[in-house]
């Protein structure tokens, strides 16, 4: 399947002619970037390709601050389209200085919020440079970028060049081929992506769940049943958290909110968990 990855850069494209011009069978569009940043085109762009039946990705550029909170504004900003969409993490200079358990952090935090795991996109040079064992061992997918060259590409290629090994991953899901490429309709360059498998392949990478329901503000009971230890430590306590309804962000706040209430009386209590699990139901009622 034929794919080109597109950010502000291309803020003049106009999707519906290219896919009319070309063999086209998707697009990803850059979503996000750091912790704020947020591409002004990436709801016009993906509402019509929604519209319009066309598989899409949406992507992250990893900035390489804080992973969590970078992993947190990028499902925040396309939470609604979660299941319908492949999610990506690109991962690139700046964020490869930081090292694969940066980015394992980041993936395995969009993974806790959403369910679904982002392909990785990074450069084939990149996964025999870094260590991605425990990050291929957990399955998350590669989106390779390697350039035979830096000349001019007219319309897709059926076989681009490729060269060399991506171990620890088995091989690649998609591979970005060139950012020299143009299609009628479009006077700018693209790149051009080429997928390793059909629609319904693409499908599978989305994820098979819907866009989350709205999450509970917590109650006294599951601040409690936290704290006495009832959905186990992270990650999989933000997971039980989720399925039972609940914000996992807003519980945690909560809880933070009543130990710096407990740190007060920590003194006459001794640090009496009972008591701090009573603090709750009092102060929440």
């Known amino acids: ?39 002004p085109y990436y709801k016009q762009w993906t509402d019509w390709l929604l519209e319009n039946g066309k598989p899409f990705g949406v992507y992250h550029f990893c900035a390489g601050g804080d992973a969590i909170a970078e992993a947190t504004h990028f499902y925040n900003t396309v939470r609604d389209n ?8 690109d991962y690139e200079n700046p964020a490869t200085n930081k090292g694969t358990a940066w980015l394992k952090k980041f993936l395995d935090r969009f993974y ?7 392909l990785i996109y990074c450069s084939q040079s990149i996964t025999q440079s870094q260590n991605f064992d425990a990050i291929a061992r957990e399955g998350y997918r590669l989106w390779m970028a390697q350039y ?33 490429g143009y299609l009628d309709g479009y006077s700018g360059r693209l790149d051009f992506d080429l997928f390793y498998g059909n629609e319904q392949d693409w499908k599978d990478l989305c994820g098979d769940q819907e866009a989350p329901t709205v999450l509970k503000d917590p109650d006294p009971a599951v601040v409690a049943d936290v704290l006495d230890g009832k959905y186990g430590i992270n990650p999989g306590r933000i997971t039980k958290l989720r399925e039972a309804g609940y914000d996992p962000d807003k519980v945690q706040a909560k809880i933070n909110e009543l130990y710096s209430v ?6 006459i209590v001794k640090s009496n968990l009972d008591y701090i699990n009573s603090l709750v139901k009092i102060i929440e009622n």
Not at 2 to 25: C, R, Y
Not at 148 to 153: E, G, K, L, S
Request: charged content about 20%.
């Open 148 to 180: 035979a060259d830096y000349q001019n590409v007219y319309g897709f290629k059926e076989n681009p060049w490729h060269h060399g090994s991506v171990s620890p991953f088995l091989g690649y899901a998609m591979h970005q081929y060139t950012s020299c």
């Open 82 to 89: 979660i299941g319908k969409c492949v999610p990506c993490a």
């Open 112 to 118: 806790e919020l959403s369910g679904v795991k982002c």
């Open 1 to 39: 399947m034929n794919f080109i990855d597109i950010a502000s850069w291309q803020g003049g494209i106009d999707l519906a002619k290219v896919f009319e011009e070309n063999p086209l069978d998707g697009v990803i569009v850059k979503a996000t970037e750091a912790t704020a940043y947020v591409n």
């Open 262 to 267: 407990a740190d007060k009386v920590r003194p």
